[in-house]
């Protein structure tokens, strides 16, 4: 790698370490906050909704708790289609949105059953028309409503709630949704679901506890009484699974949330003595897809508060996209026949998003094969090799026939290798033990 190369990623290194400085961080909430009381402004959250996203409708429910536990003002906001450039596979992921959001609801005592996937051009523009016309003080009422009657196409009672010839025109509509997806692009995101106070975004159920102690720790909270959030766990019991399980993980070293899901996913092995199986895959980029800043940032954003709520080191980052993936790789399979290839991923991952080490360089491979406890003369007779490439087009190949593009994808089987769930992201973790129980029980 040319000098040009180290220079821009050493420079890059220096910003976003900056961006993610806690104390940074801190400075910057204060002088926010600072700047709202002079102003005499009261704590505004706005909402991000887009009518025919799965999760803007497990949110919409929260809507009327989240303004009667706390003294905010309430913003909605309507938005489109999130814009390709943070959509790589859009029909996939919509696909797996809907079923996503399906199998959480219930553990979050909120209701999603569709009938349907796909909203039709008509409906869509229904309404979005209703929603867009809604007094702000009706709008969680109606956006609740208005999700129920389109996931059970039920065009009739929509119709209905729009009354006589209220259905704005398309031209109308486009320029409304156009602006509004400039002002959550502004505010740092590009999905429906998503909150956004004071500089920061919080997507989804998922992310709305860490806004829900952002407004505690500014005394917005009305009552003590506990968070609105909170996801239905079922209880421990004694690990009696008399046949083995693994979970196959496909994970890319370009992949924050990748690096993160390794500790979790340890502890779910020691807790069920499940077998972890990963399973290397290109990074996106690397696949001909791009990626909107705006997503790039949101992302380091988030996976900075995910690792400091799990006392994971992160934030000194060297983005290995390129070389160093490419020879991460490469001992990749030299690390899984001495079976240390969990080892050799996490040590790998560590030291480009935690510890600032370009991983393309043969004395920082020589570190991390080491802190793998592996051998380096040994690994590096096969380092730079092209032998990878064939078992990750393979397993790029796996993860679409389960109906995901992205990493990290985690699917438990059985001892008879039959898949028993699937699901994406660190975030669903959970998921995968809430399943280990049930068949526990």
Not at 16 to 26: A, D, H, R, T, V
Request: glycine content about 4%.
């Amino acid at each position: 790698m040319n000098i040009f190369k180290w220079l821009q990623l050493e420079l890059r290194n220096r910003y976003i370490s900056y961006m993610l400085n806690p104390s940074i961080q801190k400075k910057i909430r204060l002088k926010r906050e600072q700047k709202r009381k002079k102003e005499q402004r009261p704590h505004t959250v706005y909402y991000f909704h887009q009518v025919n996203d799965p999760y803007s409708h497990l949110c919409a429910q929260m809507l009327k708790p989240l303004n009667d536990e706390y003294d905010i003002n309430l913003v909605p906001v309507v938005v489109g289609q999130p814009p390709e450039s943070s959509t790589p596979e859009p029909q996939m992921y919509h696909q797996h949105s809907v079923e996503d959001a399906a199998m959480i609801a219930p553990y979050f005592n909120l209701d999603f059953k569709p009938l349907t996937n796909e909203i039709d051009n008509e409906t869509l523009r229904l309404a979005q028309s209703i929603l867009i016309n809604s007094p702000t003080e009706l709008f969680a009422d109606n956006a609740v409503k208005v999700g129920e009657f389109i996931w059970s196409k039920n065009l009739d009672a929509l119709k209905n709630m729009n009354g006589k010839d209220n259905l704005m025109n398309e031209d109308s509509l486009s320029e409304i949704l156009e602006k509004n997806n400039a002002t959550r692009k502004k505010m740092g995101h590009y999905f429906g679901g998503v909150f956004a106070y004071e500089g920061e975004c919080y997507w989804a159920i998922d992310r709305l506890p860490y806004l829900e102690k952002r407004l505690d720790s500014l005394g917005a909270k009305k009552n003590r009484q506990g968070w609105l959030v909170n996801r239905e766990e079922s209880q421990n019991i004694e690990n009696n699974l008399k046949s083995k399980l693994c979970i196959d993980i496909f994970w890319s070293a370009r992949s924050p949330y990748s690096y993160l899901a390794m500790k979790p996913l340890a502890k779910l092995r020691e807790k069920y003595n499940v077998e972890l199986r990963y399973k290397i895959i290109l990074p996106m980029v690397m696949r001909g897809m791009q990626i909107n800043p705006e997503k790039g940032i949101y992302i380091i954003k988030d996976c900075k508060r995910i690792a400091e709520e799990n006392n994971t080191p992160f934030g000194n980052i060297i983005d290995p996209v390129g070389k160093a993936v490419e020879r991460c790789y490469s001992m990749f399979e030299y690390a899984k026949d001495n079976h240390k290839e969990e080892e050799y991923l996490h040590a790998f991952a560590k030291s480009v998003w935690a510890e600032g080490i370009h991983g393309y360089m043969d004395k920082s491979l020589e570190a991390i094969i080491k802190e793998a406890g592996l051998d380096w003369e040994e690994a590096k007779t096969v380092l730079d090799t092209d032998d990878w490439r064939s078992e990750a087009n393979a397993n790029r190949e796996t993860l679409f026939s389960l109906g995901k593009w992205g990493v990290p994808t985690m699917t438990l089987l059985n001892a008879g290798e039959e898949e028993l769930l699937t699901v994406w992201g660190q975030d669903r973790i959970w998921l995968i033990e809430e399943t280990i129980k049930l068949m526990q029980e």
